[in-house]
């Protein structure tokens, strides 16, 4: 019997006792099919949700929430399989699985009761041990619930939640968001549960419905330009990016687009005659400082550049609806900058000798001058 009446995946099976002798009849089944939910916590606040977004090698928090069906303690045997997809940006890290019997970390389920089964980087299953957890009092199911459901009384649920968390980490085969609207460069993660649903056949299971996240990773392009030629692009300028105080390594993903990586061993990134390249796997939220370490010959150099991306998302976090960068404070409306060069040489800045040689002369001609001017009035009034 299908526990919702819909041709499903997501039953169980119940056994009934007829007593009418009408031709037909409407049963619906009292046991409830589990549900999974799956989540992301989104690195900006640590909310739990469908949607997050990082950098290119963060680790990525999930966690699935599943509650133990109450007819469990029926069977003889039990399925209670977490199946997880994850796309090819996603690596699942080992040994990061962890259950706990309600929300929070104070109890834990003992490993003895888990077992992870890793298929490749993007594919595992967690099977928990219901019944031995049932039998030694880890996990408990009101079996009043059944006994009110058969009156129809409504009961609020009263068994144990479980919440299976585990972290992944977003590689370099991710997805890139460029722009908006976008609803296919996510790195997206696919979760179901499987679990028995027949108490007299051993064998029999069903599957919840997919519970799908999303994972989302941005690009910025910097544009290096001539401030006496609009749009004249400016090539043999160096650039760094630093988050905090750290300068990213990039490793060259194709032309002028160098992509975020730890292990990377490129730090300068050098403008060619296009002027222009883009660094992708970057965070949003985050504030990036974009620093010229050399301008172009006969150029000034730049002053830094601090940029933070911002992203908004549709409610169930598959589209990207809105994608920008605030650039020195002042919110933009693309995700890019243009950095300006001043033609000429600067003097030497302070702490050199450069600045204090043109103010020691200037002011010792000024005296002289003033001296003369002095001197010369005191030779007419004589």
């Known amino acids: ?47 739990w949700g469908n949607v997050g977004d990082n950098q290119v090698g963060d680790t990525v928090h999930y966690r699935f929430i599943s509650e133990i069906p109450e007819n469990a303690v029926s069977f003889d045997s039990y399925n209670y399989i977490i199946h997880d997809t994850m796309s090819a940006g996603l690596d699942f890290v080992d040994d990061s699985v962890k259950v706990y019997i309600g ?33 030694d009092k880890k996990i408990t199911v009101n079996a009043m619930i059944r006994f009110c459901k058969t009156l129809l009384i409504p009961l609020p649920p009263v068994n144990d939640t479980i919440y299976t968390y585990y972290d992944a980490v977003l590689n370099k085969s991710a997805l890139i968001a460029e722009g908006h609207p976008d609803s296919k460069n996510h790195n997206d993660n696919t979760a179901y549960l499987e679990y028995s649903n027949n108490p007299y056949d051993n064998d029999s299971t069903g599957e919840t419905v997919r519970s799908e996240v999303y994972d989302w990773t941005f690009s910025f392009r910097v544009n290096k330009i001539d401030s006496s030629v609009p749009g004249k692009p400016l090539e043999n300028a160096v650039f760094n990016i630093k988050k905090g105080e750290d300068v990213l390594k990039f490793t060259l ?43 172009p010959p006969g150029y000034n150099k730049a002053e830094n550049v601090v940029f933070k991306l911002s992203s908004g998302y549709n409610a169930n976090g598959n589209q990207l609806d809105s994608l920008s960068a605030t650039i020195d404070g002042t919110p933009g409306k693309t995700n890019s900058v243009d950095v300006v060069n001043q033609s000429g040489s600067k003097l030497v800045g302070t702490g050199g000798i450069g600045t204090t040689i043109f103010y020691v002369s200037g002011g010792v001609l000024m005296a002289v001058a003033v001296v003369l001017l002095i001197t010369k009035k005191k030779m007419r009034n004589k």
């Open 1 to 47: 019997i299908n526990n919702d009446g819909a041709d499903t995946k997501d039953t169980v099976t119940s056994l009934v006792m007829l007593d009418t002798v009408a031709p037909s009849v409407e049963i619906n089944a009292k046991l409830d099919a589990p549900k999974l939910t799956k989540q992301i916590q989104h690195n900006d606040d640590n909310s």
């Open 103 to 135: 929300e929070g970390t104070s109890n834990q389920l003992d490993a003895s009761y888990i077992t992870v089964n890793k298929t490749d980087s993007q594919n595992f299953t967690v099977s928990i041990d219901v019944l031995k957890a049932l039998n």
């Open 253 to 295: 993903k194709e032309a002028n687009v160098y992509i975020v990586d730890s292990l990377g061993s490129i730090t300068d990134i050098t403008t060619d005659g296009s002027g222009t390249f883009k660094i992708i796997g970057l965070d949003d939220e985050i504030d990036y400082t974009l620093v010229e370490k050399t301008a």
